[in-house]
């Protein structure tokens, strides 16, 4: 496939209640983004991923998300273009609304047949063997190069497996990001990669009960799923960002008002550093919540809670993402 070749333009869909298999009480929410589909070839193979533009863009740089699913999942699922969606889909009506450009690469197929990223797990036998820095950086200046991205305002939000990735790309590329962002993921316990050298800002977003990425480290489990990986405490991973950033121990912390007294968790962000526009680590610790991103938009059916865990519907976790992102540039110092 030639490098960086479309396929056929669509729409984004709203989910509607009756075509969420997962998702259940999706409102009709006003502007989305184009959706196209590409591939590029790379030493690896050809790769696939989709980019979603505001449906009417203006003149000029845009920042660039980019989103990565988890083990199993897909770029289109991400973007809500299948049934089993994800809550990271509202980023699609954030990049309408904020002028963002929002792309999700696919990973490539492991030794158990199921799509996901080379993270830095030595330990999780199953990853693909490939170079998926390289070629999430390719993406970023062909999105520069091609589509207008601001190079200084790239973010890279991840999923499990995909925030595990995420992790391994601000180690190894800290200075193409202005920052990133983890759901449900930890960093590698027994890592195949160097120590992160270089800080970055980062919000880190897990669930105390997570019953796959378990908050206080450890092996990962899910169903069958053996020899996945482990990974260190949450909170040890985020106060070696914070720590690398040379933000003092102390941080803010906020408690999410509470919506629904049916929701069992709770939502605390811990915030260290005060200027937005300057480095920042925060920790959205998810008091009892399971391997969900939290929404209040887009919520789980029962059944894949009964999997997953609880999911929080105190935050929409795009929208604190995005919140977290808008004021970072590319190559804040400490």
């Known amino acids: 496939?030639?490098?960086?070749?479309?396929?056929?333009?669509?729409?984004?869909?709203?989910?509607?209640?009756?075509?969420?298999?997962?998702?259940?009480?999706?409102?009709?929410?006003?502007?989305?983004?184009?959706?196209?589909?590409?591939?590029?070839?790379?030493?690896?193979?050809?790769?696939?991923y989709l980019l979603a533009t505001p449906d009417q863009p203006a003149p000029g740089r845009h920042p660039l998300v980019i989103l990565l699913h988890g083990h199993v999942g897909?770029?289109?699922?991400?973007?809500?273009?299948e049934r089993i969606a994800s809550p990271l889909s509202m980023w699609l009506h954030i990049a309408d609304r904020e002028q963002l450009l929002v792309l999700a690469p696919d990973g490539l197929l492991g030794s158990d047949g199921k799509t996901g990223w080379n993270d830095c797990r030595s330990d999780a036998v199953s990853n693909p063997h490939v170079d998926d820095v390289g070629f999430i950086n390719a993406l970023i200046d062909k999105a520069v190069a091609e589509h207008h991205a601001d190079p200084a305002r790239v973010?890279?939000?991840?999923?499990?497996?995909?925030?595990?990735?995420?992790?391994?790309?601000?180690?190894?590329?800290?200075?193409?990001?202005a920052a990133f962002a983890t759901v449900g993921a930890s960093m590698a316990a027994k890592s195949s990669c160097a120590a992160p050298t270089m800080p970055v800002s980062a919000l880190i977003v897990a669930g105390t009960a997570d019953p796959i990425v378990p908050y206080a480290g450890g092996d990962i489990r899910f169903a069958m799923l053996r020899q996945r990986g482990s990974v260190v405490p949450v909170e040890e991973a985020a106060a070696g960002w914070r720590q690398l950033a040379r933000l003092p121990a102390a941080g803010e912390t906020l408690e999410f008002p509470h919506r629904d007294v049916a929701d069992v968790t709770r939502a605390t962000r811990i915030t260290?550093?005060?200027?937005?526009?300057?480095?920042?680590?925060?920790?959205?610790?998810?008091?009892?919540?399971?391997?969900?991103e939290p929404?209040?938009?887009?919520r789980?059916?029962?059944?894949?809670?009964?999997?997953?865990?609880?999911?929080?519907?105190?935050?929409?976790?795009?929208?604190?993402?995005?919140?977290?992102?808008?004021?970072?540039?590319?190559g804040l110092k400490p």
């Open 1 to 48: 496939m030639d490098q960086g070749k479309a396929r056929t333009p669509v729409k984004s869909i709203l989910f509607r209640a009756a075509t969420g298999l997962l998702l259940a009480g999706v409102a009709h929410l006003a502007g989305a983004a184009q959706i196209t589909s590409y591939d590029m070839a790379r030493p690896d193979g050809a790769r696939h």
């Open 74 to 81: 897909s770029a289109a699922q991400v973007l809500g273009r």
């Open 155 to 177: 973010y890279v939000m991840g999923m499990s497996n995909g925030g595990i990735m995420a992790f391994r790309l601000a180690t190894e590329s800290p200075a193409r990001l």
């Open 272 to 292: 260290w550093g005060a200027d937005p526009r300057k480095l920042q680590v925060a920790l959205i610790r998810v008091d009892k919540g399971g391997h969900t």
């Open 295 to 298: 929404s209040k938009v887009k």
């Open 300 to 330: 789980l059916k029962w059944m894949y809670r009964m999997m997953l865990g609880p999911q929080n519907g105190d935050v929409e976790i795009a929208e604190e993402a995005w919140s977290f992102f808008r004021d970072k540039q590319a």
